[in-house]
Nanobody, 123 residues
Framework: VQLQASGGGLVQPGGSLRLSCAASGVAFDTYALGWFRQAPGKEREFVASIGYRGTNTIYDDSVKGRFTISRDNAKSTVYLQMDSLKPEDTAVYYC?????????????????WGQGTQVTVSS
C-alpha cells in the first residue's frame, strides 16, 4: 500500500490549502480514511476521518467548521480542504487508511500511513 500526500505549503493566517492523498495497492473504496497531524515536539493527533462511502465524517473540535474531508473513490484519493487557517494548524499532515470501513478518530485503528506533507501557517 502506498499513500502519497501533497498540497502542503506556507500560507498566511486566514488562508486556505487543499491537501490530497493518492492511494495505490489497496481496495480504496472498502476502507475509511483519515488525516492526522504532528507538530514539532507533540504527538500525532487526529484531524478528520471519512467512511468508505463518504457519507460519514468526523472532525476534531479544533478544526470543525474550518476543515472538510472528502474522497473520490474513482480516483483513489482523499482530500482535506483547510480554510481559515491558524498558526496552531502548523504541522506535518499525514493521511492514513483505516482497518475498517467506518470513520474513526482512533490512531491505532489505522494500518497504513503516507509520508506526510508540511503545512506552515505564518505571516
Amino acid at each position: 500500500v502506498q499513500l502519497q500526500a501533497s498540497g502542503g505549503g506556507l500560507v498566511q493566517p486566514g488562508g486556505s490549502l487543499r491537501l490530497s492523498c493518492a492511494a495505490s495497492g489497496v481496495a480504496f473504496d472498502t476502507y475509511a480514511l483519515g488525516w492526522f497531524r504532528q507538530a514539532p515536539g507533540k504527538e500525532r493527533e487526529f484531524v478528520a476521518s471519512i467512511g468508505y462511502r463518504g457519507t460519514n465524517t468526523i472532525y476534531d473540535d479544533s478544526v470543525k467548521g474550518r476543515f472538510t474531508i472528502s474522497r473520490d473513490n474513482a480516483k483513489s484519493t482523499v482530500y482535506l480542504q483547510m480554510d481559515s487557517l491558524k498558526p496552531e494548524d502548523t504541522a506535518v499532515y499525514y493521511c492514513a487508511v483505516a482497518r475498517g470501513s467506518l470513520a474513526t478518530s482512533r490512531l491505532e485503528y489505522y494500518r497504513n500511513w503516507g509520508q506526510g506533507t508540511q503545512v506552515t501557517v505564518s505571516s
